[in-house]
């Protein structure tokens, strides 16, 4: 059993590594693992060894938090990516047990983002589904091992494949606690599933769930009230949102207006807190001089804790973000990537890897061309600790 680092400290970022309190979750810092989509399980949909590996790395490196890459939530019509990882079955929940341990053995703690890919779903063998029977812009992500062909014309929910739906997210949220995860995270973003009930163009529905706005995010709000409700107070409940989609570079909401009664409406239906990310996140979202989405999460969420997400890698840039009380956390995701150490480098004032986008081709896997050895060597060793990446030191 190797020793842990301590955890960071600094005068210089006093905010970014003081302690903060999500519901009942106590974090040693305001450091956060962005999830990223990684497609490395097993053909199955459970974890493998170097998953865990993957996720200690973070934790070892001083992030107070790790959200994981989107879990898929049923087998029916959730699943998104070949090899993605899911939390619908005994297996996949057996499988996530020795990811959490490892995580909080090293002292951090540990959300599973549950996503259902909806009309973005590219997997062979799942069939797709969505507010409405509209085909998203774009092609297949070959990335994600996608064959860079249109996306399928998607199935329109029924009502009953609306309860199903949520159904998957309770369970899902059941099966989270079981493997021992501190939260869930539900992905409201990217346009996928529930990303889609908000937006305008992809949900075309005449009930209670299409037209205005506020009827627009009455899915995701009760996806988040039913997990709140199954799963009580004692755990968190959080919840991503983006106006553009991994598709849609483009999409904006319709305005603050819009902005402030999504917001809302998450905080009405229990969530602990609301993570933005993308166009708008941490810049002027509607104006060249107007409220960021983080903003105005803060301001019409009910207070409770935002997490913003985009360029925040440079550490004065995220420690201003966290001093104005705009959010209360912030997430790292490229920049953690090949700085899995971000927090302690930053501590110590250690140069950053730059990220290249070559290391996500051909495929956005653990097996990319990220050169472990070499962060080994160049990223950890200067910091006094060559065995904080894991690998087989237990």
């Not at 309190?21 to 493998?48: K, Q």
């Not at 060894?49 to 087998?75: C, H, K, N, P, S």
């Not at 979202?285 to 207070?303: I, K, Q, V, W």
Request: with cysteine; charged share 20%.
């Amino acid at each position: 059993m190797i020793e842990n680092p301590p955890a960071p400290e600094s005068n210089r970022y006093p905010t970014l590594f003081s302690s903060v309190r999500i519901d009942s979750l106590r974090l040693a810092n305001r450091a956060t693992v962005a999830p990223m989509t990684r497609t490395s399980a097993h053909p199955d949909g459970t974890a493998t060894d170097q998953m865990v590996d993957y996720y200690r790395r973070y934790a070892r490196g001083g992030f107070g938090l790790i959200i994981t890459e989107g879990v898929y939530t049923d087998t029916a019509h959730a699943q998104g990516y070949f090899q993605q990882p899911g939390i619908a079955t005994d297996a996949q929940v057996a499988a996530w047990q020795p990811v959490v341990d490892a995580v909080h053995g090293a002292g951090a703690a540990i959300v599973v983002q549950l996503m259902h890919a909806g009309a973005q779903g590219q997997h062979a063998d799942t069939a797709t589904v969505a507010p409405s029977a509209v085909r998203p812009y774009g092609t297949t992500n070959p990335i994600y091992h996608g064959d860079g062909t249109a996306y399928r014309l998607p199935e329109a929910l029924t009502e009953a494949g609306i309860i199903q739906v949520i159904d998957g997210f309770v369970a899902s949220a059941h099966n989270a606690r079981q493997a021992g995860f501190d939260g869930v995270e539900i992905h409201g973003a990217n346009g996928y599933l529930l990303d889609e009930f908000i937006t305008d163009y992809h949900n075309l529905r005449d009930d209670e769930y299409g037209g205005g706005i506020g009827n627009r995010v009455r899915m995701v709000r009760r996806v988040i009230q039913s997990v709140r409700d199954a799963l009580g107070h004692d755990f968190t409940v959080g919840v991503r949102l983006s106006q553009i989609k991994i598709n849609d570079m483009e999409h904006r909401w319709a305005g603050p207006e819009d902005a402030a009664i999504i917001f809302r409406a998450m905080a009405e239906a229990g969530a602990s807190y609301i993570h933005v990310t993308g166009a708008g996140a941490v810049e002027p979202a509607f104006s060249e001089d107007g409220p960021t989405l983080t903003e105005l999460a803060a301001e019409h969420g009910g207070g409770i804790a935002v997490i913003a997400n985009g360029g925040l890698h440079d550490a004065d840039k995220a420690e201003k973000q966290l001093a104005s009380g705009g959010a209360d956390l912030i997430a790292i995701g490229r920049g953690a990537l090949v700085n899995p150490n971000w927090p302690q480098r930053i501590a110590q004032e250690c140069v950053q890897h730059a990220f290249d986008a070559d290391l996500l081709q051909p495929l956005a896997t653990l097996d990319s061309q990220v050169d472990w050895e070499q962060v080994r060597s160049d990223v950890f060793e200067p910091l006094g600790k060559s065995d904080w990446l894991g690998g087989d030191h237990q």
